[in-house]
């Protein structure tokens, strides 16, 4: 690929690190960058600088996966969030699927984190759509067909919108912006970060949003619900939507959505301020 689909949206008018706010997006498993490119447009309209990232084994290094594990995606989501975060004031982490988790994951580890958004946290495969096959994964995930057997993606791409659902296809058949299946290599990785995360939610104090489809087609609410029981945040918001599948961010309820992760952001970026206003006083 000639170009890279990694992005960084930077507001060069901003140079007072006290004015400055980011966001660091995370993609979804055997995602890609692309797949936050709206969101993280939509936030960069909102004054926020917003960076994205492909995780190792993604995106343009997607022949990678088989040799990369779930510490190799924690450890690049650290060293990503410790080279951004000095340089900002306010500084938020938000992610799709695996990128949910691995927010989360980062919220674990370091207490500086202005604010956590979770979108269709994935902890679980076990959406309405997940094959009884789906069963067997404990056992294979433990003996060598890992290397050779993929979990397909089912054919609604996530997205319950008929149209938008067609036009996803047509991209996903152009494009190469991800992968059309779910190698046992990469579930693997994706179950052990589950464990790992669930084991460590009450290391969790920064606030945090979760947003989960009732009807999520790859994983049920029980993650989502099961993080914002779990974690030690004296602000913690969940909500529930009722129109849409896994792909939050391109569904039918995308506006909401996008407008209540806004105004998240936003509410603490104001009470922070006020909080070091009162200290300055």
């Excluded at 992005?7 to 055997?30: C, P, R, S, Y």
């Excluded at 190792?56 to 990503?80: L, M, S, Y």
């Excluded at 990128?99 to 674990?108: N, P």
């Excluded at 609604?156 to 036009?167: A, D, H, I, L, P």
Aim: net charge negative; proline share 3%; with cysteine.
């Amino acid at each position: 690929m000639a170009e890279s689909i990694d992005f960084e949206l930077l507001h060069d008018d901003i140079t007072d690190v006290n004015k400055k706010n980011a966001v660091l997006l995370f993609h979804g498993l055997t995602g890609s960058p692309f797949e936050m490119k709206k969101y993280g447009a939509f936030l960069f309209q909102k004054g926020y600088d917003v960076f994205c990232y492909s995780f190792p084994g993604h995106g343009e290094r997607i022949h990678e996966i088989e040799t990369v594990t779930w510490t190799d995606w924690c450890d690049f989501a650290q060293k990503k969030y410790d080279l951004l975060r000095p340089d900002y004031n306010h500084f938020f982490v938000s992610g799709l699927c695996l990128g949910a988790s691995m927010a989360v994951y980062l919220g674990e580890h370091n207490k500086d984190i202005t604010g956590i958004v979770a979108l269709s946290t994935t902890l679980f495969l076990d959406g309405f759509c997940i094959p009884w096959t789906a069963s067997l994964l404990p056992v294979a995930l433990n003996t060598i067909v890992r290397y050779y057997y993929t979990f397909p993606e089912d054919d609604c791409y996530g997205v319950k919108n008929e149209r938008t659902r067609k036009s996803l296809a047509k991209v996903m058949s152009k494009v190469d912006i991800g992968m059309d299946n779910y190698p046992l290599n990469a579930v693997q990785g994706l179950l052990k970060l589950s464990k790992d995360v669930r084991k460590n939610l009450k290391k969790v104090t920064s606030p945090i949003l979760c947003i989960h489809s009732k009807y999520d087609n790859l994983a049920s609410t029980k993650g989502a619900k099961i993080v914002i029981n779990g974690v030690s945040s004296k602000i913690k918001k969940y909500v529930e939507l009722n129109d849409s599948y896994h792909m939050v961010l391109y569904d039918n309820e995308k506006s909401l959505v996008m407008n209540t992760v806004e105004g998240f952001l936003s509410d603490l970026s104001t009470f922070q301020i006020k909080v070091e206003e009162m200290c300055v006083l």
